[in-house]
């Protein structure tokens, strides 16, 4: 065989090597987002670090998970300072660009906050007109009727404390956030008695784990999304979803 063709096939089989034989930590980033991700005296907490971490265990693969802003994830992400971003929702333009894997982590329901001095009851679209509505930048909003309708403004907020700030300083009438994630964080601000949501949702999605394109990773990949269905169907499972359940929510 020639020397070009044996170097060749030398490269192609190191940069197939199973990504836990490298004995490398898989680096992923994320932004906090309690309670599926956050940190907690410092260190990585929430129910799908949790699960990330058991899954990556079982496939003997060290997880470094880094915090950092939504838009500086997405760039470390695209300039290959990170293996993967966990929790990511899963849309058909960031496909070509991210590996993702089959299984999501965890499900999420989009509602609507409110100040309770300033109630704005949201049943459907025409509800919001002429209202300003609190995002997050870079943020995805999977329902395209909320997403694009032109009857309301949208502003940021660089955090999702900033936006139940400005919430209840009136510089926006509501902010949307997952229900579980934004009832948490109005718990932990000690704002359960301002603030409530809508019960009609936005909409609901699931949020992943995704890699980059590379011949490791979609080995692992694979490999993650079949010992995720796995872990799924035990108790310690179940355990774990119930243990990051909701704070009770708001008295009416």
């Known amino acids: 065989m020639p020397l070009f063709q044996r170097q060749f096939i030398a490269i192609a089989l190191l940069c197939g090597l199973a990504f836990e034989a490298r004995g ?39 997880l470094e998970l880094r915090f950092m802003p939504w838009k500086r994830c997405l760039l470390a992400f695209e300039q290959g300072r990170a ?39 949201y049943r459907r679209l025409a509800d919001l007109r002429g209202l300003v509505i609190g995002i997050s930048p870079g943020y995805w909003y999977n329902d395209e009727a909320f997403r694009t309708s032109p009857l309301f403004s949208r502003e940021e907020a660089p955090t999702h404390e900033a936006n139940l700030g400005k919430l209840l300083r009136q510089r926006v009438d509501l902010v949307v956030n997952d229900r579980r994630a934004g009832l948490l964080l109005a718990a932990q601000l000690g704002l359960q008695g301002q603030v409530d949501y809508n019960r009609q949702a936005v909409g609901r999605d699931r949020m992943y784990l995704a890699l980059r394109h590379a011949p490791a990773l979609r080995q692992l990949a694979a490999d993650f ?16 979803q119930a243990r990051y359940a909701a704070p009770a929510q708001p008295a009416p």
């Open 225 to 240: 999304a079949r010992e995720l269905r796995r872990f799924k169907r035990e108790p310690a499972h179940a355990r774990l």
């Open 24 to 62: 490398e930590p898989l680096r992923l980033v994320t932004e906090a987002w309690a309670p599926y991700v956050y940190q907690d005296n410092g260190q990585p907490a929430g129910l799908d670090y949790e699960i990330t971490r058991e899954v990556l265990h079982r496939l003997d693969i060290e």
């Open 83 to 121: 293996d993967g971003i966990l929790d990511i929702f899963r849309l058909p333009e960031r496909e070509p660009h991210m590996l993702f894997v089959d299984e999501a982590l965890s499900e999420v329901e989009l509602v609507l906050f409110f100040a309770r001095k300033h109630p704005h009851p």
